[in-house]
């Protein structure tokens, strides 16, 4: 029995150390393999490789050349003319023992993993100067272990065929180091304004030498606190490795940061916003060596003849309220104007500031988010209204006082209309009536969802009552709203809007290719409604400022003391939004989305449009015309005054089934308008309306709803004429309701003027 036990644990370690050596054979295979594969298609080895690159070229929307972005700055220079301070700063931080290795620096490797491991993060790399040499000139992105091996190979055969010199002028010359900058020269320009051989201050020098490693993360364009700390790192290790002293170190790192702001006028492209838009995106998805140097050819949606005309309106002092510079010599107000075509998410043109006048400017059409306004009505209260409960243009809301807990909304013209539809709500920007719909109709729950189909999204613990007229935790963007209206100009489906329809290698590989990224949203009856009320607004209401003399819909947006002023509409071809604003946050009291923003894009789409056929808003299906009263929201009864119809669009299935029961006859004092008492001495029969509660005398359909008070005229003691004495209609029930079908007296209140 021993025997057997023993015999059996022989076996176990015999079959454990046959599953260890097969396994370092695997390996040392694949190893093997993975030498061999890394040999043979490592690159051939060339001097032009090491000193070119090629240009990304942008294309417009019809395939025309806009401008190639890259190697137009890159001007190289000779060693000899790069002073001592900067040679050092890349050397201290990037290779400090660049002079003594063979191309591959395995004590740097190994301090290099040292520090990572003891500082629990990525703080050094281990590749020399050579080896990014090679990496920027023959080598892709990729992290993989072939392309480390074809790395150190070529970098040993550099460093064979020249010399230490050589090598690091290369590398100075070729290293990208932000903002479409290659080269050490090219970057002193972009970012100081001087030439290399004019000589570069140690500070200056420094932030030079931090670039390589991240150049967009460390940009002081994009992120001059992060910029500022590592420029420290370098004077750190240019102290650390002798180039320069404790003191001088520190005495550098008290300077404050200062870049050139104004960008060379040869480095100027056109149409800058939309310019660095999709360089931006393709930075993120391609990384910036590939952008300014791989040669890709990117096709865009601009389109140029729209781009330039919102440009010159855009420049226009005239468009603006009275402006000033501020501290940092900026112009204020400042704006952006952002234009889609709504059936494919196309970004048409982008412009995000009144100039552009610095390097990898503010873009306010994407970056900025500001309060709405009543902008955001149809977003939060119209068009879920209509989407989840029902409602449609004619339906009714009263206008009057109301609030939730504290918050009491209040209209802008100080008005109370009493019982409006919402086409003259909408028309009219009425406050109260967006409120109500909301919280009483809507609720937030549903209007946050409606909202996230129109790709905003909101947190329903930071949004109340006040997101009915435009009060957002964090605003959104223009481009956000264009998009969102864009839905309401495509039938309810909303596109995620692009600037790049296509992109090619140099070889003509495609890397991508635009496929539009949409969804239902809404309803299209839902979309034709809310557009069918926006063309009111612009025909009679608050944005009679952007008429185009072309079916147009929109909708206008001011916020408190004017901080934010917008226009968003839209045509059959095209959507718009303006932006006008200061960048703090200013009030601009006699400034309104009716004034700028409307004259703006009614100047833009006017121009835009003006060859271009006159189309009408596609109806969909599912909609039908009814008549009803536009006091109660129901089909006309007997006792609805002809003043009070209201003819409109209703989604099939939402007419109403019951007729108007709030229009009664009602006896009144035909001098005071209230009940009468057996004082008297005329009285009058007229069609009013009653409600189950009574509303201030400040709301204007006050004198057409039942009087609650008995008449105050002929009170005991009081002045009134007897009008010839006639006797009171009913003495005996004094103000008693009576329901005449079919009889209307003459003496009818005033018309609703919210109607007209």
């Known amino acids: 029995m021993a025997k057997r036990r023993a015999r059996r644990k022989l076996n176990r370690r015999r079959f454990f150390l046959l599953v260890i050596c097969l396994a370092i054979l695997c390996v ?16 051939k080895l060339s001097p032009s490789s090491l000193e070119s690159a090629a240009s990304t070229m942008v294309y417009d929307e019809d395939g025309k050349l806009i401008t190639q972005i890259g190697i137009k700055n890159s001007v190289p220079i000779e060693l000899k003319d790069v002073p001592d301070n900067v040679k050092n700063a890349f050397l201290a931080v990037e290779d ?48 993989t272990f072939k392309r480390k091996i074809q790395e150190l190979i070529l970098a040993l055969q550099v460093e064979r065929q020249y010399t230490k010199d050589e090598i690091l002028e290369m590398y100075l010359n070729n290293i990208y180091l932000g903002e479409g900058a290659y080269g050490i020269q090219a970057a002193a320009q972009t970012y100081f304004g001087k030439d290399i051989k004019h000589g570069l201050n140690l500070e200056e020098a420094a932030l030079l030498g931090g670039l390589p490693q991240a150049p967009s993360a460390y940009s002081p364009y994009l992120d001059p606190q992060a910029a500022l700390s590592r420029r420290n790192t370098v004077l750190d290790a240019m102290a650390k490795n002798n180039y320069i002293s404790e003191s001088e170190a520190e005495k550098a790192k008290a300077k404050e940061l200062k870049i050139e702001t104004k960008e060379p006028a040869e480095r100027q492209y056109p149409y800058p916003y939309f ?14 060596t590939e952008v300014f140097k791989g040669g890709l050819r990117v096709y865009t949606s601009l389109d140029q003849n729209i781009q330039q005309i919102a440009e010159a309106a855009m420049s226009r002092n005239s468009n603006f309220p009275s402006s000033r510079t501020d501290a940092n010599n900026v112009l204020q107000p400042q704006g952006a104007v952002v234009l889609l075509d709504p059936h494919t998410g196309q970004i048409k043109a982008m412009v995000g500031g009144r ?16 309060q709405p306004g009543s902008a955001f009505k149809p977003i939060a209260a119209y068009g879920p209204a209509i989407e989840y409960e029902g409602m449609g243009p004619a339906s009714v809301v009263d206008d009057i006082p109301v609030n939730y807990g504290s918050y009491e909304p209040r209209n802008v013209d100080g008005r109370y209309r009493g019982l409006i539809t919402l086409r003259t709500a909408l028309t009219h920007s009425v406050n109260v009536v967006a409120v109500k719909l909301l919280m009483d109709k809507v609720g937030i729950s549903d ?24 009060g957002l ?64 607004v612009v025909q009679n209401g608050t944005g009679t400022g952007a008429q185009i003399g072309r079916p147009a819909a929109g909708k206008t947006g001011t ?130 309306i009653k409600l189950p509660y009574s509303v201030p005398s400040s709301v204007e359909d006050y004198n057409l709803r039942v009087p609650t008070q008995p008449c105050t005229v002929h009170e005991p003691g009081a002045s009134a004429s007897t009008s010839g004495g006639s006797k009171p209609l009913n003495p005996a029930i004094p103000g008693e309701v009576k329901s005449q079908p079919g009889k209307q007296n003459s003496q009818t209140a005033r018309p609703d003027r919210g109607n007209n």
């Open 28 to 43: 040392g295979c694949v190893g093997c393999g993975l030498v061999y594969s890394s040999i043979r298609d490592v690159p």
């Open 96 to 143: 400090p023992r660049f002079y003594q290795h063979h191309g591959v620096d395995l004590r740097g490797i190994a301090r290099a993993a040292w520090s990572d491991i003891s500082s629990g993060s990525i703080r050094e790399g281990g590749s020399t100067i050579t080896q990014q040499l090679v990496k920027v000139s023959f080598l892709s992105n990729e992290r």
């Open 275 to 288: 310019l660095d838009y999709i360089t931006d995106k393709l930075i993120e998805k391609y990384g910036e």
């Open 355 to 370: 100039e552009h006048t610095q390097m990898r400017q503010w873009n306010r059409v994407s970056q900025t988010t500001r």
């Open 447 to 470: 209007a946050i969802k409606f909202a996230s189909g129109l790709g905003i999204q909101l947190d329903p613990q930071k949004h109340g009552a006040s997101m009915a007229l435009g």
């Open 473 to 536: 935790y964090n605003g959104v963007t223009p481009l956000q709203m264009a998009s969102a209206y864009g839905a309401f100009a495509n039938q309810g489906i909303y596109i995620e809007p692009t600037a790049i329809t296509r992109v090619e290698k140099a070889d003509g590989v495609i890397l991508e290719q635009s496929v539009p990224k949409q969804r239902q949203a809404m309803k299209a009856t839902t979309a034709y409604l809310i557009t069918d009320m926006l063309k009111s």
């Open 559 to 688: 916020t408190d003391d004017g901080k934010d002023i917008w226009f968003v509409g839209y045509t059959p071809e095209l959507v718009a939004a303006v932006w006008i604003g200061y960048d703090n946050p200013t009030a601009m009291p006699q400034a309104f989305g009716s004034t700028y923003p409307a004259g703006i894009w009614r100047e833009i789409m006017s121009k835009a449009l003006s060859n271009v056929t006159v189309k009408e808003f596609p109806r969909p299906t599912g909609l039908v015309t009814a008549t009803v009263d536009g006091k109660s929201g129901l089909l006309p009864g007997p006792n609805t005054p002809g003043d009070s119809l209201v003819t409109d669009l209703f989604t099939e299935g939402t007419v109403p089934s019951e007729s108007d029961n709030i229009h009664v006859f009602v006896e009144v004092c035909a001098t005071s308008g209230q009940l009468p008492t057996e004082r008297c001495p005329d009285r009058v029969i007229k069609p009013l």
